[in-house]
């Protein structure tokens, strides 16, 4: 009955009323004024000493800036599409994905900015070798912080969205933007040094190759170590929310946690003591690790559409969905195509079947987490679920087989349309009098 009174409240109501839209202005604010105050802090001139002189090293500026992003953003959009695309089952909404990519990108980087320097600041010493100027922070200090950091907003949405978040795809998905997030922002850093710096030293060449040198390393052939890094995190912390175990439950995200540690510390030793003639080796022992990691989660993805298959049986032996239900919706490609289907027919069909896929897809991680026993009192929300099913399977295209996308009707101003109007001519008879075609002979009885 509640379900029912929310959906017939204007769009504006649900809107202001749904907390995501609280969450997602307030990470626009914040995410806002964070990158203003690291804007201030790159761009702000530093002053050194060498050998008793003092110079002043010009900071970084917005043109830097500007070229750096247009660098760094393809990367971004290429790795955040395919960590989108891979929780295919357990779509969570727009609002999620961006809460958690502006997470890994302006707060979890002004985060570690300012606990990195911190600790820098903790191992400077004044005389003799000062250790904060070799690889000391970036093996040791700076892998710790930064996947705490980018870690955090997985944690807190374990926390408030527990029984949401148990798919060890769905974890990967949300661990890999935020990955993405941190590595944009990062990336925009590194090649805006790169610009000033080219820009300022007449012996480092052309600034825009500089940029792109930097951009081929850090946004290609290592772009995978972030996401890499943190989905060890995501998959412990699936692990540990579909374990019964409270041993487990603790174990495996603190085991996972620090994988994305030791591999960050390993990577960064890596490019900071192997020479560079003997990179190649460990470059392709890392691309073996991608794509043993790969294979895994493709192996997950069809293993939740047999879950999804199965669990959604036991509702069709309750009679409470129809035979065909658990076929179409644990299909990759069935649920593909009713989408397509349903958009054809208008946008409230298309949002109805989104919906109802939506809503089966829920039931299903509800059936398998309470099979599992890791779900208590779980009839209060299976019942919703059925309830909303029920609502939206006469508004929504259910089956796939058979199903086929109405043409678009096009409008009469369309210029298609008036060219085939005109084409086709009405058929009139001849007028009195006219004589016949040449060649003409009237049809034979």
């Not at 599992?372 to 099913?389: C, F």
């Not at 058929?427 to 040449?438: D, L, M």
């Amino acid at each position: 009955m509640s379900g029912s009174i929310v959906s017939q409240r204007p769009w504006w109501s649900r809107l202001v009323r749904n907390p995501w839209t609280w969450i997602v202005l307030a990470t626009i604010l914040a995410s806002a004024a964070l990158l203003y105050s690291q804007y201030r802090i790159f761009h702000a001139d530093t002053p050194v000493t060498v050998d008793g002189k003092k110079y002043l090293i010009p900071g970084i500026t917005m043109r830097s800036f500007k070229i750096a992003f247009q660098y760094a953003w393809p990367t971004a959009a290429v790795w955040s599409l395919l960590f989108i695309w891979l929780d295919r089952f357990r779509t969570r909404h727009l609002a999620i994905w961006f809460t958690v990519f502006a997470w890994g990108g302006p707060v979890a980087t002004t985060a570690s900015l300012h606990i990195n320097t911190w600790m820098a600041g903790l191992l400077k010493v004044d005389g003799g070798v000062d250790p904060t100027q070799g690889a000391g922070p970036a093996i040791y200090s700076a892998p710790f912080v930064e996947e705490t950091c980018k870690a955090t907003i997985l944690f807190l949405l374990a926390l408030f969205m527990r029984e949401r978040l148990t798919s060890i795809v769905q974890t990967v998905s949300l661990a890999g933007l935020s990955a993405i997030g941190f590595a944009f922002i990062e990336n925009v850093i590194y090649y805006a040094r790169a610009d000033n710096y080219a820009r300022i030293t007449i012996a480092a060449g052309d600034p825009i190759e500089a940029v792109r040198r930097q951009a081929f390393l850090r946004g290609v052939v290592t772009s995978f170590g972030h996401p890499l890094f943190t989905s060890m995190t995501g998959i412990g912390l699936a692990l540990g929310l579909r374990s019964r175990s409270r041993l487990v439950r603790i174990l495996a995200p603190v085991t996972g946690f620090l994988g994305a540690v030791i591999g960050h510390m390993a990577f960064n030793g890596t490019l900071s003591v192997v020479p560079e003639d003997k990179l190649m080796t460990y470059w392709f022992i890392a691309l073996g690790l991608v794509a043993s990691v790969v294979v895994f989660l493709v192996i997950r993805l069809f293993r939740e559409g047999r879950m999804i298959r199965n669990r959604l049986g036991d509702y069709v032996v309750m009679g409470w969905l129809t035979p065909r239900d658990p076929i179409v919706l644990s299909a990759m490609r069935r649920r593909w195509w009713i989408g397509f289907v349903a958009l054809s027919h208008g946008l409230r069909t298309w949002w109805a079947t989104l919906a109802f896929m939506r809503a089966t897809t829920e039931l299903a991680y509800l059936r398998d987490a309470v099979t599992r026993g890791t779900v208590d009192g779980a009839e209060a929300r299976q019942k919703e679920l059925l309830d909303r099913i029920e609502g939206l399977r006469p508004r929504a295209v259910t089956e796939s087989a058979g199903a086929r996308p109405v043409p678009p009707h096009l409008p009469a101003w369309w210029p298609r349309r008036r060219q085939i109007a005109q084409a086709v001519r009405r058929f009139a008879p001849p007028a009195p009098g006219s004589r016949p075609a040449a060649g003409w002979a009237p049809p034979r009885p």
